[in-house]
């Protein structure tokens, strides 16, 4: 059961622009949601996160924002660098958790 | 300070035999995960512990894997016997109790399994 969708399995922007990254969850019980980041041959590293009781957390360039009602968060990342680029993992958890499939973002310089 | 300790970084062994996976979580760390990633299917939490005691094997793919955690720095995830298709990178990850799962998780490198 695929609780924790991201549906965009990659994507592609410059460096400078704005990269959004999208993650629907169905459970409604869960409450607490993360981002992670991942670089080819090592192990995720959490990025931000964000209580369901926030619609919008802001650390530098990164920013998640929460709709409860439509059970869908983002990751903004603005602007976008070369070091950027890596799979993108989105989490959710409460009683339970569980994480997405991943995005794989390429900032082109 | 150390991280998560994974080991062996690689393992290519053939179908049929044991294999065994190991991890060093973050000392003071009350949690401890292990997940599998594939292609196809992303991320999957397959069990977790909570203060040494498995608490979730929902995510156990059938009962040729098994996992245990017979103290606070060393847990182990099994599989026997092994098949193609558990070829995956595994991951261990670790985290404080805090308020329960919603606290971040420190992951290790990865083993990367291969079966012939």
């Known amino acids: 059961d695929q609780q924790v969708k991201q549906n965009s399995p990659s994507l592609s922007v410059q460096e400078g622009r704005i990269s959004i990254l999208n993650c629907d969850y169905t459970?409604?019980?869960?409450?607490?949601f993360l981002w992670y980041k991942k670089y080819p041959a090592e192990g995720p590293t959490f990025l931000i996160s964000?209580?369901?009781?926030?619609d919008k957390n802001e650390d530098g360039r990164f920013t998640v924002f929460l709709n409860k009602s439509a059970k869908h968060l983002s990751l903004h990342i603005v602007p976008s660098q070369p070091g950027d680029s890596a799979v993108y993992f989105c989490?959710?958890?409460?009683?339970?958790?569980?994480f997405g499939a991943g995005t794989r973002l390429t900032v082109k310089p | 300070d150390a991280g998560v300790i994974q080991s062996p970084r690689h393992e290519v062994t053939e179908m049929g035999q044991e294999v065994t996976l190991r991890c060093k979580p973050i000392?003071?760390?009350?949690?401890l995960f292990w997940y599998r990633q594939t292609m196809m299917r992303g991320l999957e939490l397959l069990i977790y512990?909570?203060?040494?005691?498995?608490?979730?094997d929902s995510g156990m793919p059938e009962d040729r894997f098994s996992a245990k955690m017979p103290n606070a720095s060393f847990s182990t995830l099994k599989i026997q016997p092994s098949e193609p298709r558990d070829s995956a990178v595994y991951f261990c990850?670790?985290?404080?109790?805090?308020?329960?799962?919603?606290?971040?998780?420190?992951f290790g490198d990865g083993t990367r399994l291969s079966i012939l």
């Open positions: 990850a670790s985290s404080f109790a805090g308020d329960g799962l919603r606290q971040p998780q420190h």
């Open positions: 000392s003071g760390h009350d949690y």
């Open positions: 512990f909570n203060n040494n005691v498995p608490i979730d």
């Open positions: 459970n409604s019980m869960f409450d607490y």
């Open positions: 989490a959710a958890s409460g009683n339970d958790m569980r």
């Open positions: 964000i209580s369901s009781i926030k």
